[in-house]
């Protein structure tokens, strides 16, 4: 199976943290890239998102993987610019990391929440924090779905389709 370009970018940018040593589950990735690309091609998805992620490899390799899918994208890299982006763009989904300086994904999302914008979008916490204690302050804060890093791409796509 040939690599395509966008797969190229994709895994040029990607944390090491989303790579595998196996080889099986690289070709995997590989074929879900490449699904997620025809998926897309046409850019009938449409969807806009925004992923707010300080670490800006992840932020630009989930952007790159969800421009495949078709959306448009926007990227912030912390909460006051990512609240900012997403009050312009006004986002049917945004991803949305908890650990970011100054403001957190939870502030962030409180105040989405309290704006009329928060009716229609999709919060989805993006974040390497995984506890129950966790995972409940992000339902408080007002978030529809939590995914621990690094998410799977089938959790994302479900996201996305639901959206």
């Not at 025809?38 to 449409?46: F, K, R, V, Y």
């Not at 900012?84 to 949305?96: C, N, R």
């Not at 408080?140 to 621990?148: I, Q, R, T």
Request: aromatic share 4%; proline share 3%.
């Amino acid at each position: 199976m040939a690599i395509s370009p966008q797969l190229r970018t994709v895994t040029e940018v990607l944390p090491n943290e989303w790579m595998c040593s196996s080889s099986h589950r690289s070709s995997r990735l590989t074929e879900e890239f490449d699904q997620m690309a025809e998926l897309g091609a046409d850019g009938s998805n449409g969807l806009r998102v925004l992923v707010v992620d300080d670490n800006v490899d992840i932020a630009d390799a989930l952007a790159a993987l969800l421009d495949l899918q078709g959306c448009q994208v926007r990227v912030a890299h912390h909460g006051e610019a990512g609240l900012e982006e997403a009050l312009d763009f006004e986002p049917e989904v945004i991803f949305l990391d908890i650990g970011l300086p100054g403001m957190d994904g939870y502030e962030v999302a409180r105040q989405l929440r309290s704006h009329s914008l928060g009716d229609h979008t999709t919060l989805v916490a993006l974040t390497g924090y995984g506890q129950a204690s966790d995972r409940q302050k992000a339902v408080e804060a007002g978030f529809d779905h939590h995914l621990v890093k690094p998410a799977r791409l089938d959790q994302i796509r479900q996201i996305l389709d639901q959206a």
